[in-house]
Every structure is written in C-alpha cells, then in structure tokens.
T-cell receptor
C-alpha cells in the first residue's frame, strides 16, 4: 500500500480480554516500530523490529505485551489480560532502514479498555 | 525516560504571528526530527536536521540545532489556523528507536 496501515482503527474491549492490533508497513521498509500514546502525552516506545535481527523489546511495559513480525512485513501487537491503564492510542511506524531516516506513521489504533 | 522535552507545553497565537517551539535533549544524536500530529492520531514528519547542521528551512518552517546546548527550535512563520496541532521533536541516535518528547500543543486563532 501507499502508507502504513493499522487495524482496527478503534477497539473497545473488556478488562481481562486479549486484543490483537495489526500493522502493515510500507512495502520494503525493514524497520518497524510500535509506540503507545496515552491521552495528552508523548509517545512511549514499545518495541522495534529491524530486518531479521532480534527485536528490541526494551519498551514493553509488562509480560502481557508481545509482538511479532511475520515474513519481515506485517506485525501484530498482542496485549493479554487487558487492564484499564492499557487504554491508549497504539501507533505503528516504519522506515526503510534502522537509522537516519524519517518515520512513516499509521493512523493508530485507539484502544479503550472498559 | 523522554529524551526530548518540548517547551512550551501549550502555545496559543493569532493567525499571522510566528510560533516558536523548543526542544531539549540529553544524549548525543545523529539527527533530530520534528513531527506534527493532528487529533491525537498518526504523526507526520516535518523536517530533519542532522547533527552537523545548524539551521534548515522548509517552506514556512525553520529549524535550528545547537548540539553544544543539546537543544533545537522549530519556528513556524506566518501561522495559519490549519497549523493548529501538536508538534513533537524526536531524537535519532542511530540504530535505536526514535525518542519523542511530550509535545507542544499549538493553537492558532483566526
């Protein structure tokens, strides 16, 4: 596609349920990032994939969060046993390679945990 | 912790005035980038300035970088109502994720 695509756009779930958020980066981009943004706040780094290297998971807030990237393209962020504090906009971004280039962002997934 | 810290947190100006936002950071960088966000969703890249550059222009945008003070500023000249958005600086230290500040919320009043 022309840009980074995220789905769903909005997700409402009940506390304790698992959710999966999807990111389809720009074709050919080897670097993919997940960020989280709580209301009125800055972007919090979650996880970063670069090519076939092991992902940088240093930003994941707890072991309820995990992500994978299949075939070097689509990525799925999974949150298990969701909590109300997980409510946020989850943003995915990609760029051609690891460093020195601008990020292209998707429109995000607004997650609301009731 | 956040690398970049924007200042001010919020800024309200009249259409036609200039808007200046500042960003401070803590560690050495390869480049610094500014992004714009409308309505709390996807960010759009505005401009990138490399560590060996001091000033860069793009249309009505002017960015400066002072690596000795670890600071950058974004100037938007002749602001328009459509410039109303949140603006974020992000530091790039190479093969690491970009680190974003908390942003400046700009309101341009027509």
């Amino acid at each position: 596609g022309a840009g980074v695509s995220q789905s769903p756009s909005n997700k409402v779930t009940e506390k304790g349920k698992d959710v999966e958020l999807r990111c389809d980066p720009i074709s050919g981009h080897t670097a993919l990032y997940w960020y989280r943004q709580s209301l009125g706040q800055g972007l919090e780094f979650l996880i970063y994939f670069q090519g076939n290297s092991a992902p940088d998971k240093s930003g994941l807030p707890s072991d309820r969060f995990s992500a994978e990237r299949t075939g070097g393209s689509v990525s799925t962020l999974t949150i298990q046993r969701t909590q109300q504090e997980d409510s946020a906009v989850y943003l995915c971004a990609s760029r051609p390679q690891a460093g020195g280039e601008k990020l292209f962002f998707g429109s995000g997934t607004q997650l609301s945990v009731l | 912790s956040q690398q970049g810290e924007e200042d001010p947190q919020a800024l309200s100006i009249q259409e036609g005035e200039n808007a200046t936002m500042n960003c401070s950071y803590k560690t050495s960088i390869n480049n610094l980038q500014w992004y714009r966000q409308n309505s709390g969703r996807g960010l759009v890249h505005l401009i990138l300035i490399r560590s060996n550059e001091r000033e860069k222009h793009s249309g009505r945008l002017r960015v400066t970088l002072d690596t000795s003070k670890k600071s950058s500023s974004l100037l938007i000249t002749a602001s328009r109502a459509a410039d109303t958005a949140s603006y974020f600086c992000a530091t790039d230290s190479g093969n690491t994720p970009l680190v974003f500040g908390k942003g400046t919320r700009l309101s341009v009043i027509a």
